[in-house]
């Protein structure tokens, strides 16, 4: 099996997996990541979205080996000691899930979406997430919080 | 999904070599579409070639008559350059509105019109536009290119190395998206360059093809009112689920229309 060596969450991995496991199998089942959740398997939901290099990317759609020497960011990777990220912060003040299972896709991709607009509003924000679903359909706290969140990490937090 | 060997080589030449040598390879771009067939197991390569880190694939430069994009350039790189903003804005459009951004930070410009999706959006792109495919062996106009449904004029191990746009005058690009997907239900694509005007229709046929009539209207008045009175036959149009063929034929000059009325506003 050929070796792959990335960085997850800022520590070096290695592994030996087969070519067809998926960055999302990788976390999960190799690396006991398991905050990474996987609900459609067929890049639909979002539920498995972390960040490859700062990208938001679905992670069931990419093989473990593309990560190669990436530098990967799951929802494990956001909160500092004792502190949860901004984003974190507010989809919880915000009650910003009802059965939380899409709730670490939908914090990675609003880190993303939220760094790279500094000008997020809501119509940003219903755009930026198109790729995520919540089949609780509870978007409009979503929303707020993503809007709170992005609020909170102009400078002061980077991801 | 079967098992296949993987490879990663960082030349055109090395890509080549073990194309060759493979039993039956496939080259791997940004995977959106080829990781979910071969989840399905529709698609089972002996051998998937990474193309994604080989450097004569990426980048996008522009000069005052064309512009040229990588075939590994992603989606999301092709929204948000400002070389594409500034030359060719409907381009940059387009591809800031193919499935979410997660899927266009992966997804690649020579990954979607090689897999020719008879509802993706590039292809209606550089169809309007009359774009180039510089290939490893040749360079392909973009009507001989998209030849079928999911075919293209690409022989065996040949691979798109970069697309290149004439620069137009002005251009519109408007799609009726499948909700769930993002791909075009259909999708027009106007652009006039010179008083000559061409359209390029995607997600309504086997294969993205030119709107004769529309263009020829459009020809002699540019404003979305020429196409009064033009109707589309539905022979020969998808019909499915979403949308029968009669829907797709009027959505054709729906969105001709607003794609006319944005190249206007451009």
């Known amino acids: 099996m050929p070796q792959l060596s990335l960085s997850v969450n800022a520590r070096p991995v290695s592994a030996d997996v087969e070519p067809r496991c998926l960055l999302s199998n990788l976390l999960r089942e190799h690396l006991g990541l398991t905050g990474t959740h996987i609900g459609c398997d067929t890049s639909q939901c979002g539920a498995c979205v972390v960040l490859v290099d700062g990208k938001a990317i679905k992670s069931c759609t990419m093989f473990a080996h593309q990560a190669e020497g990436c530098e990967v960011t799951t929802i494990e990777g956001l909160a500092g000691e004792g502190t949860l990220h901004p984003m974190q912060e507010a989809f919880r003040d915000h009650h910003a899930l009802q059965c939380g299972f899409c709730t670490p896709g939908m914090i990675m991709a609003s880190v993303a979406l939220a760094r790279d607009n500094p000008a997020l509003d809501e119509a940003a924000v219903c755009k930026g997430l198109e790729g995520n679903l919540c089949r609780c359909t509870g978007y409009q706290n979503i929303i707020r919080a993503v809007l709170a969140g992005a609020k909170s990490m102009r400078g002061k937090h980077d991801v | ?266």
């Open chain 2, 1 to 266: 999904m079967y098992e296949f060997q993987y490879h990663r080589p960082n030349s055109l030449e090395d890509a080549a070599k073990l194309f060759d040598a493979a039993g039956d390879p496939q080259y791997l771009a940004g995977g959106q579409t080829l990781i979910p067939v071969m989840k399905q197991r529709l698609a089972m390569p002996s051998d998937l070639i990474d193309i994604g880190r080989i450097g004569d694939l990426h980048g996008i430069t522009a000069d005052k008559n064309a512009l040229t994009i990588g075939a590994m350039t992603t989606h999301a790189q092709v929204a948000s350059c400002d070389k594409v903003r500034e030359s060719i804005p409907a381009l940059a459009s387009l591809a800031n509105h193919i499935g979410d951004p997660a899927v266009r930070n992966r997804g690649t410009l020579g990954g979607s019109i090689a897999n020719n999706d008879p509802a993706a959006d590039y292809p209606a792109a550089l169809v309007a536009l009359g774009a180039s495919v510089q290939t490893t062996s040749r360079e392909i106009a973009a009507e001989a290119f998209f030849t079928g449904l999911f075919e293209t004029a690409l022989e065996e191990g040949e691979m798109i190395v970069k697309v290149t746009f004439p620069v137009t005058d002005c251009a519109g690009y408007e799609k009726f998206p499948n909700p769930a997907s993002r791909y075009a239900t259909v999708g027009v694509f106007v652009a006039r360059t010179k008083e000559r005007v061409r359209v390029a229709v995607t997600g309504a046929g086997l294969s993205v093809f030119r709107a004769g009539d529309i263009e020829a209207a459009l020809e002699t008045d540019f404003s979305p009112d020429a196409l009064d009175g033009i109707s589309i036959s539905a022979d020969g149009l998808n019909s499915d689920l979403h949308a029968s063929a009669e829907y797709r034929a009027n959505l054709i000059i729906v969105l001709a229309r607003r794609a006319a009325a944005k190249a206007n506003a451009a």
